[in-house]
């Protein structure tokens, strides 16, 4: 049986150009597993706490050799000797040290650096494919639980337009992708997504817009006028291509409604269009009018992380017509998703790893999920690097649904 044998941590850059931390874990025959951790733009304020060096000039107050040191002083010491293969104990053993509900002590950083990394050792051990040790713990934590985890390539929701937190707010909506719901094969499914995001270029620049830069993710960084139009430019370019939307083809939203909600007054305010000021009811119908009018499929964080309410009404609204996906709702966390579960408020979980910081805790978040016959979504971060374990993750899991950005930078099309 293999050990853990050593941790190496360092701060290294991510797609942003903002610092991360990368692990390297080694095991006692020489096998090592490496591991990057991601970090969000458009974060919940219910997520796992992502520790950056504040008080220090050194990349602004944006560093993470705290997050470093707390492994190699802390964590390694305590996990150092232990199998490999049991990573719900190792993964376990992090959370007593840190002891906080949000992984406030070392990061949640510091902590889901060393958790994957463990896990891509133990595959390299093996001499397999990271998604086949994935799955097998997968099993073993789901138990005689009746959850079909039949490893499956993923259906890809690719980022095609965005805004908000993304795209310097050039729209209120964050992001706006293509979804291949057609396609036969993921190879078929990709190739229609390039075609796409090409021929959606081609318009923007006919149309006078900007192509040529980019958001955080990929996605084009129009001005738009009004947030309907990047629906009717991605209807458009679906079309160029030949294909039917709503046929061959859907829509997918990320609203990121927590953006432009206003807790003191709960109300929604969108500044595109002439401006509108939407109360949590209003908010359901203006996309429920979105779907409406358009091939939408999928929506997500369509309204504010805490409007429970308001995500009851629109489960109610639309739940039985498209996916309604909970991303800051839900933050990976059981115990949230177990809170839609009871007042029926969505009807799908967008999975990020670094939101509850473990490998062994995301497991629990999917299982429960998929328990209670909600889709999953597994899905990057908008700081992103080459480190393709969500690829693995989704096809473990068989999650069936993948959301990577666009196809235009190399942290998204690893």
Request: aromatic residues 4%; charged residues 25%; glycine residues 10%.
């Amino acid at each position: 049986m293999a050990i853990l044998k050593a941790l190496k941590a360092r701060q290294v850059l991510d797609s942003r150009g903002r610092p991360t931390v990368e692990v390297d874990a080694i095991s006692d025959c020489g096998a090592v597993g490496r591991a990057i951790v991601p970090s969000g733009a458009s974060t919940g304020k219910h997520e796992a706490l992502e520790l950056r060096d504040a008080h220090s000039p050194v990349y602004d107050g944006l560093g993470v050799r705290q997050a470093v040191d707390n492994i190699s002083a802390i964590i390694a010491p305590e996990v150092a000797g232990m199998a490999l293969d049991d990573q719900a104990t190792l993964d376990s053993a992090m959370l007593w040290l840190d002891g906080t509900p949000n992984k406030s002590r070392l990061g949640a950083n510091a902590i889901l650096g060393v958790s994957l990394a463990v896990a891509h050792a133990a595959a390299a051990v093996r001499k397999e494919e990271l998604y086949v040790h994935l799955n097998r713990l997968l099993i073993e934590r789901a138990g005689m639980d009746d959850v079909d985890l039949a490893p499956r390539l993923p259906l890809p929701m690719v980022n095609m337009i965005s805004g908000g937190l993304h795209a310097g707010g050039c729209l209120d909506i964050q992001d706006v992708l293509f979804v291949p719901i057609a396609a036969h094969t993921y190879s078929e499914a990709l190739e229609q997504t390039v075609r796409v995001y090409r021929a959606l270029g081609g318009i923007l620049v006919a149309r006078g817009y900007e192509a040529a830069l980019v958001g955080d993710e990929g996605g084009y960084g129009p001005r738009l006028e009004y947030n309907d139009l990047a629906f009717e430019l991605l209807v458009e370019a679906i079309r160029a291509i030949g294909l039917e939307p709503g046929r061959d083809a859907g829509i997918a939203v990320d609203a990121a409604a927590s953006r432009f909600h206003d807790a003191r007054s709960g109300r929604y305010l969108l500044r595109r269009g002439g401006g509108q000021s939407l109360d949590s009811d209003e908010m359901v119908e203006l996309l429920a009018g979105w779907v409406d009018r358009f091939p939408i499929v999928s929506i997500e964080d369509g309204l504010a992380e805490d409007d429970w309410e308001g995500w009851i009404a629109l489960t109610e609204r639309l739940g039985k017509r498209v996916q309604l996906l909970g991303d800051d709702l839900f933050v990976t966390q059981t115990a949230r998703i177990e809170q839609g579960v009871v007042d029926r408020a969505a009807n799908a979980v967008l999975i990020k790893l670094n939101q509850v910081g473990t490998l062994t805790e995301t497991f629990d978040a999917l299982l429960f999920a998929q328990r209670h016959a909600m889709r999953c979504v597994v899905s990057a971060r908008s700081g992103e690097t080459e480190d393709a374990t969500i690829a693995d993750l989704a096809v473990a899991s068989n999650a069936g649904q993948i959301k990577i950005g666009a196809v235009a930078r190399s942290e998204r099309l690893a």
